[in-house]
């Protein structure tokens, strides 16, 4: 049974930083792709960043690049979200998403749907 769990989540004042992980069981994370995803109320799931195995495919939002960094350790079957700079409209929960590669297109990687795992998600809330 595949699991994805995150960590992590909490308040924080803006400006301040946070780092959210995604531990996975039941897969081998190594062949994974994963991708970051958040939704605030009221609002529909918004990409924000995808690790798509290596270095050189780490995809982000416009509105986190430069502030959000997602890394991997595979022997660890985990996934960070490292978020710096963090501003109230980051305010969300915070889920990571599962799925094997099919495609080299970064913007497919950016859709909910081409995820077959989910985590249930950590809430990250920026004070004013």
């Known amino acids: 049974q595949v699991q994805l769990v995150e960590f992590g989540g909490g308040l924080v004042q803006a400006g301040g930083s946070l780092r959210l992980s995604c531990t996975a069981s039941g897969l081998s994370l190594s062949l994974y792709v994963i991708g970051w995803f958040r939704q605030a109320p009221g609002k529909e799931r918004e990409f924000v960043a995808v690790?798509?195995?290596?270095?050189?495919?780490?995809y982000y939002a416009d509105s986190v690049k430069g502030r959000f960094t997602v890394s991997r350790d595979n022997g660890k079957k985990t996934v960070y979200l490292e978020m710096n700079s963090l501003k109230p409209e980051d305010t969300a929960v915070y889920s990571c998403a599962a799925t094997l590669p099919n495609s080299d297109a970064d913007s497919y990687y950016a859709r909910p749907t081409t995820y077959a795992y989910w985590g249930q998600g950590t809430q990250v809330t920026v004070s004013s």
């Open positions: 690790d798509r195995r290596s270095d050189a495919h780490r």
